[in-house]
């Protein structure tokens, strides 16, 4: 296949497809179960290394889950700039201007740049202190900022490959992501004991060796991501010509990406305090958040890749005019993401017990993480309208609506509940905190859907 002189692809593959035309349920489809492989072996190697990590004992579950978290609140932020950015070029796509496009999407990488080294600094200094705010026990502490540290610094893969990720999937290209993915969390998979155990001729590193898997990994499919968009193996083809920093385009894809990022943070920064108010309540349960938090990321796989498919057809079709088109791609991810969760919730219903010994087998532990799955279960029957309507407003370029929705539900209903249910009902115990955390979820959702059926979106220009 060629390329031409703009920059995309010419010829009549799935990659050159122009997704403001024809079915909408079918490009929804088309568009979706690559980003469901993709997000699926993202989350795979985080599980797999949390069920050999499990090996080593709930001290070093409950270091590397806290630590965890921490890099998520990280990638969430990486994601929010990484959203500004999706919404750019998708628009330019949509619209034609595929120079443009390139353009923005070269600049998203000068982002990542200061970004990964910020992170990097911070990894390196303050690890230990970060875990020491939540009053964890010595070895946890000890565990958890190991595995930080090596994260953090390693934070340059993953920046740039969320980038460049995000990159293919705004121009209507999963494929490549997928085949990237699957390529390094394979890699990922097979290495990972050998690092923690010592196997063969490999030290034996513990948890440290499953955040050193972790970097190695992200940093091969950081490569195998750039090679597809400098080869023109992927629809957008960027190149060096012309490059320059350009703080115009970098304010703009910050200004539509800082809402976004801001509602990562606090987020993820609100999971944070969930563990400060679980930790009290002993290693068992602060092991039994962690491997919630780990299944919660399987059920939000399909729900995040049917909601950023949205965004996808959400900026494409309004760069092509077509407002009433993207509004309609929204409702149908809706209507998919439904049928999804409300499988999954009965699932976890009917198996808790199953699910969790899969990641531990302690007898405490497989009892409370067992209720937090099921109390859960009760948020999880809404989530497509929160993750579908939160990644269509993003393509859309109107992030403020739903960040606002995110911090007055987070910090106004979530987190009181959570701190005060178990003081008002004594013998709900280290379960109210889950209860409080249920009310995170169906708020959002039913504010946001209100706003998106307002229609105001379709007017905001990025």
């Known amino acids: 296949m060629d390329n031409d002189n703009t920059g995309v692809r010419v010829g009549r593959g799935r990659g050159d497809r122009d997704w403001t035309q024809g079915s909408i349920p079918r490009n929804l489809w088309s568009l979706s179960w690559p980003m469901v492989i993709t997000n699926s072996f993202m989350m795979l190697g985080p599980t797999i290394d949390m069920i050999w990590v499990g090996k080593l004992g709930s001290a070093s579950v409950a270091g590397v889950g806290v630590s965890g978290m921490a890099v998520q609140m990280v990638g969430g932020a990486m994601m929010g700039l990484a959203m500004g950015m999706r919404a750019v070029v998708s628009r330019y796509i949509g619209a034609g201007d595929t120079r443009g496009a390139v353009h923005a999407a070269r600049q998203g990488f000068s982002i990542s740049a200061s970004f990964a080294v910020i992170m990097a600094l911070i990894g390196m200094f303050l690890a230990e ?12 502490v000890s565990e958890g900022a190991a595995y930080m540290r090596i994260l953090f610094i390693g934070m340059i893969a993953m920046s740039f490959r969320t980038i460049a990720e995000g990159i293919m999937q705004a121009s209507g290209d999963t494929i490549s992501p997928m085949k990237v993915t699957i390529g390094f969390r394979i890699f990922h998979i097979a290495l990972c004991p050998f690092l923690v155990f010592g196997l063969w001729i490999f030290p034996k590193m513990g948890v ?12 091969i499919g950081t490569i195998l991501c750039l090679w597809f968009l400098f080869s023109g193996r992927t629809r957008l083809k960027l190149d060096l010509k012309d490059f320059r920093i350009d703080f115009g385009m970098i304010r703009r894809i910050v200004r539509i990406g800082l809402p976004a990022m801001m509602s990562g943070l606090q987020r993820n920064l609100s999971q944070f305090l969930v563990m400060y108010l679980v930790a009290p309540f002993g290693t068992a349960a602060v092991a039994s958040h962690t491997i919630n938090q780990r299944v919660e990321m399987i059920m939000m796989m399909p729900a995040m890749a049917f909601g950023m498919a949205s965004g996808v057809l959400m900026g494409q079709n309004l760069g092509a005019e077509k407002p009433e088109r993207a509004e309609k791609s929204a409702w149908f991810a809706i209507g998919m993401v439904e049928v999804w969760v409300i499988i999954a919730s009965l699932i976890l219903l009917l198996w808790a017990e199953n699910i969790v010994s899969i990641f531990n087998t302690e007898p405490a532990v497989v009892e409370t993480a067992s209720t937090f799955l099921r109390i859960a279960a009760a948020g999880y029957f809404i989530l497509g309208f929160q993750a579908v309507t939160t990644n269509s407003l993003s393509g859309a370029g109107d992030n403020i609506p739903s960040m606002v929705t995110h911090i007055f539900s987070v910090w106004l209903v979530s987190m009181p509940l959570a701190f005060f249910l178990p003081k008002w009902i004594p013998e709900l115990g280290v379960y109210g905190v889950r209860w409080g955390m249920v009310a995170g979820v169906v708020l959002p959702a039913v504010i946001l859907t209100i706003y998106f059926r307002t229609g105001r979106w379709k007017k905001r220009k990025v």
């Not at 202190?129 to 946890?140: A, H, S, T, W």
């Not at 440290?208 to 940093?219: F, I, K, L, P, R």
Request: hydrophobic letters at 50%.
């Open 129 to 140: 202190k970060i875990l020491m705010l939540f009053g964890l026990e010595p070895d946890v």
């Open 208 to 219: 440290s060796g499953a955040a050193v898997t972790n970097v190695a990994s992200q940093s």
